[in-house]
């Protein structure tokens, strides 16, 4: 493990926003932009992570549904059900392996029941990087 060992539960968001199952999108799309999130976690009653929601989904479908005139879709209907997630204990340097080969920017993190404990951004992941190599050149 390179540099500090630090793991996902050193950088990651705590108590991250997140998307009921059952939204209305039109809900979804506002908390989006009330966050400022590109994207966000869809969770369950026990709040295990089930899918991932995107601005870029909702756009597509709200643009469909008022074009067609259909009724109000719900964030199951739009959400990507396979999200990419990482653990607590991952390190940041294995994360950061990881989104060099997969397209996200926002992971989920998950305990090992996989419910929501944080976000993880490709910015705090850069961040984290960057300051170690800052770290390594003062030594």
């Known amino acids: 493990m390179a540099n500090g060992g630090e793991t996902v539960r050193d950088i990651m968001a705590?108590?991250?926003a997140s998307i009921r199952v059952g939204t209305d999108l039109t809900e979804v799309v506002e908390v989006l932009l009330r966050q400022h999130m590109t994207g966000l976690p869809v969770v369950d009653d026990a709040d295990r992570v089930v899918g991932f929601v995107?601005?870029?989904d909702c756009l597509r479908t709200l643009l469909v549904s008022s074009y067609h005139g259909e009724g109000s879709p719900r964030v199951e209907d739009?959400?990507?059900r396979e999200p990419l997630t990482v653990r607590l204990d991952d390190s940041v340097v294995d994360v950061?392996?990881?989104m060099v080969k997969q397209?996200?920017?926002?992971?989920p993190v998950v305990d090992h029941s996989g419910r929501l404990q944080g976000l993880l951004i490709r910015s705090q992941v850069l961040t984290c990087l960057i300051d170690n190599r800052r770290h390594q050149g003062a030594g």
């Open 54 to 56: 995107s601005e870029q």
């Open 78 to 80: 739009v959400m990507f």
């Open 96 to 98: 950061a392996e990881m």
């Open 14 to 16: 705590r108590h991250p």
């Open 103 to 107: 397209k996200p920017k926002i992971y």
